[in-house]
């Protein structure tokens, strides 16, 4: 599908700086005049009588500018204009509008409006349309059409904590997008300037997330001119070297109009292909002949996500479909589509495994199919496993609307000599419960000093890998994919300009309240497999979203439960069924009892976690038995839940880490760290709030006051003396319950031991 512009040039008599005061005359009574008066010493006026006094206002140099207000230290250091030709981060008009920090007004009132999409669109064009040149003058002086690309990226304008060097606020881009499933409509927040997927009206429900693409003229450069995100290599831990690597740069935004390059008139709009091959590629497994096609074999183009049509948006909005719940049966002409499992292809967690590269990992296929269509739900069985293994049988599939393709531009106009067109990468992923903690930022905490060295090293298997840091091409076996083995670098995370020095942090910032598209805050492949997986043509690894779960429930289930072997930014499950097959280690990064449905009646998977029960005078702690726990069904009744865990920030996430490795090394007589997480069961963990009486309490009989947000947890050991309730919960008994006051920031905590009459403090580490 083609978007088309929304300004094509039949249709503007006017230049762009008409649709920028028109932006200006709305806002300017809103709080913004007297703000960007304020801010540059008198200098930048918004509201100027016409649009030619506008341009001139917007021009002038202001040498006072004053960036310690909120949302304005962080502005380049060298903007000294409302507008920089070429440079939206020099742009303090830009700055003000588009970043999230601004908003409030220099006597800290709440500012009246906010931006569209569109507005911030059209104030990037006007910027590069006074840095116009012709398209022959710029491929001569990059170097030849060779060096050249009329690129696609996700961009986001981010405070500098979240910037490619952390210098200043600035645009980052990437050549991979990701926008995210959902039950209901894209909710854009102005004052936030993004997206976010709490629905306020239903706390079951998750808003689709969408990834806003723009074109641009790029300039292939190594790594050692470019301004790109560092990582580290995760065998070494050291920094990877990059110098010699080629990046696709952005330079010069490409826009409708006769503003954006000399002597042309553009229409600039957008295609994109979409795809869901996860079923197809099961029954190409499974040698069915001929090659099933069309849905659910295939899910397309606008079943996944299309452009938006509404104005506001501007143009390159993809926005995933909104579908009545995450994951549906798989029917074809009224009769459910169905695969044939065999004993030796159920795995241990309870789902089909093919154990092969380009195929889903773990197919759910615990509905079989009967005669005439019935269904019966393997679940029910108190040993599920047992029930898969007992004859051949034919499984129901079902289908989610995930996918992954591409978004190439559609430029009409372009003279003679115009360089190659290079696609964005498009993912339309699952959900994601945490959009508020980022996984860069879990993955460079991970390796850092802030871990205390009691730690470090024993909280994950490998450390947590954000999809930003893999260097590998998008999927190559796409029907008609425009991708090349060559084209590794589609991940990374790029900004405008040559680097100045080495990178350097920011000093923390306020989390904005949006979700980011851009891939640093999506899973790697080495991470759980929530947002992308790999496959391999020839020799070439490429990602592959295919690779993952069908649906994906079934694999965002066992990645929750894997959390500590595969790390991300993702749900942590344990708490919830105490006892996960395969290779765990406990609780990593606990949810709290109102995350997990343990208090409240809004768990976040729809799978309440465990509860103290009297059997016959005895304390059993009652949970839910793992095998028989079924996130497809849980999708198919809308169960999953963000409004619990979405709002939790990176430090907020790495807090509980480390309390919970407090907590756990206590329990491991400062010994083995891993043994204790896989004989303790945290049972209860709950943030307390400030003046807590039974805290204070605490505090005083052990002597010690906690410095740092402090958590409650309540442990208990985990028993082998296992009774199955029915097929769906289990029971052990409760034993060993010691209590805990903890923070993340304070090396003793306060204990109460099994049968101790008072808290006492103790050194974690």
Not at 632 to 650: D, G, I, K, Y
Request: with cysteine; aromatic share 8%; proline share 8%.
């Amino acid at each position: 599908m083609t978007t088309a512009p929304f300004y094509p040039e039949a249709q503007r008599p006017m230049p762009l700086i008409n649709d920028v005061k028109a932006l200006c005359d709305r806002l300017s009574p809103l709080g913004w005049r007297d703000l960007l008066l304020h801010v540059s010493g008198g200098v930048v006026d918004i509201a100027q009588k016409t649009p030619a006094a506008l341009k001139q206002a917007l021009s002038r140099t202001a040498n006072a500018i004053v960036r310690d207000l909120p949302g304005f230290e962080d502005f380049s250091a060298d903007g000294q204009r409302a507008i920089t030709p070429g440079n939206p981060a020099q742009s303090l008009l830009y700055h003000a509008l588009a970043s999230p920090l601004v908003v409030r007004d220099h006597q800290g009132k709440l500012l009246g409006g906010f931006p569209t999409p569109l507005e911030l669109e059209t104030l990037e064009n006007f910027i590069f349309s006074l840095s116009a040149d012709s398209l022959s003058n710029f491929i001569t002086a990059n170097g030849g059409s060779a060096n050249v690309a009329m690129a696609v990226y996700c961009c986001e304008y981010r405070p500098a904590a979240d910037t490619v060097d952390g210098r200043h606020a600035d645009l980052v881009f990437s050549r991979t997008g990701v926008a995210r499933v959902g039950t209901a409509r894209a909710k854009y927040l102005p004052e936030s300037r993004g997206y976010w997927p709490e629905d306020a009206d239903n706390p079951s429900g998750i808003r689709v997330a969408p990834a806003k693409f723009s074109a641009w003229l790029a300039v292939k450069k190594k790594g050692a001119a470019s301004r790109v995100s560092p990582f580290l290599d995760n065998d070494t831990g050291e920094p990877a070297d990059e110098s010699q690597r080629d990046f696709w740069i952005p330079i010069h935004k490409i826009f409708s109009g006769a503003e954006c390059f000399t002597g042309a008139t553009l229409s600039v709009g957008f295609t994109r292909r979409l795809l869901n091959l996860k079923i197809q590629k099961i029954h190409e497994f499974l040698g069915t002949s001929p090659k099933p096609s069309g849905f659910p074999y295939t899910i397309e183009d606008a079943l996944i996500a299309d452009f938006s049509e509404d104005p506001q948006d501007g143009s390159g909005c993809l926005i995933p479909t909104v579908h009545p719940s995450l994951v549906a049966p798989a029917m074809k002409d009224g009769a459910p589509v169905t695969y044939r499992v065999t004993a030796g292809r159920v795995d241990d967690f309870a789902a089909f495994a093919p154990g092969q590269r380009g195929v889903p990992e773990y197919v759910h296929a615990r509905t079989k199919v009967g005669a005439g269509g019935s269904l019966e739900d393997l679940n029910d069985a108190v040993d599920v496993i047992k029930a898969m293994k007992t004859g051949p049988y034919q499984a129901l599939h079902y289908v989610d609307f995930t996918g992954e393709g591409w978004v190439m531009p559609d430029i009409a106009g372009l003279p003679a000599g115009a360089p190659k067109a290079l696609p964005a990468y498009a993912l339309i992923s699952a959900p994601d419960f945490f959009p508020a903690s980022g996984q860069f930022e879990l993955s460079e905490w991970s390796r850092s000093s802030a871990i205390p060295a009691a730690f470090r090293n024993k909280i994950w298997n490998i450390p947590p890998t954000p999809l930003s840091e893999i260097r590998l091409p998008a999927n190559l076996k796409l029907p008609g994919t425009p991708f090349t083995a060559a084209d590794n670098a589609i991940t990374a995370m790029v900004s405008i300009g040559a680097p100045v020095g080495t990178a350097m942090p920011w000093p923390t910032q306020p989390d904005p309240l949006r979700a980011t598209a851009l891939p640093d805050d999506a899973a790697g492949v080495f991470a759980p497999g929530w947002d992308v997986g790999m496959d391999k043509k020839g020799t070439q690894d490429h990602l592959a979203a295919y690779a993952l779960g069908s649906p994906f429930p079934e694999d965002a289930k066992l990645c929750a439960a894997l959390s500590t072997f595969w790390p991300a930014v993702a749900p942590d499950v344990f708490r919830t069924f105490v006892r996960v097959p395969g290779r765990t280690e406990g609780t990593i990064a606990p949810l709290t009892d109102a995350e997990i449905g343990q208090t409240g009646t809004l768990p976040w998977d729809g799978v309440p976690g465990p509860r103290v029960v009297d059997v016959g005078g005895q304390q059993m702690v009652e949970y839910p038995a793992f095998l028989n726990a079924d996130y497809v069904r849980m999708s198919l009744q809308n169960r999953f839940s963000v409004r619990q865990t979405a709002r939790l920030t990176a430090e907020d996430y790495q807090r509980r880490i480390l309390a919970a490795c407090r907590v756990f090394n206590v329990l491991a007589n400062l010994g083995d760290l891993t043994a204790a997480r896989n004989s303790w069961l945290m049972l209860s963990f709950i943030e307390i709030e400030g003046g807590n009486v039974a805290l204070q309490h605490a505090q005083t009989e052990a002597g010690h006051i906690l410095t740092g947000p402090v958590f409650g947890v309540r442990m208990c050991r985990i028993s082998t003396q296992r009774v199955r309730v029915d097929a769906r919960m289990e029971r052990m008994p409760l034993q060993g319950l010691t209590d805990f006051y903890v923070s993340a920031s304070d090396v003793l905590l306060l204990q109460k031991a099994p049968g101790a009459l008072r808290f006492t403090r103790t050194r974690s580490e």
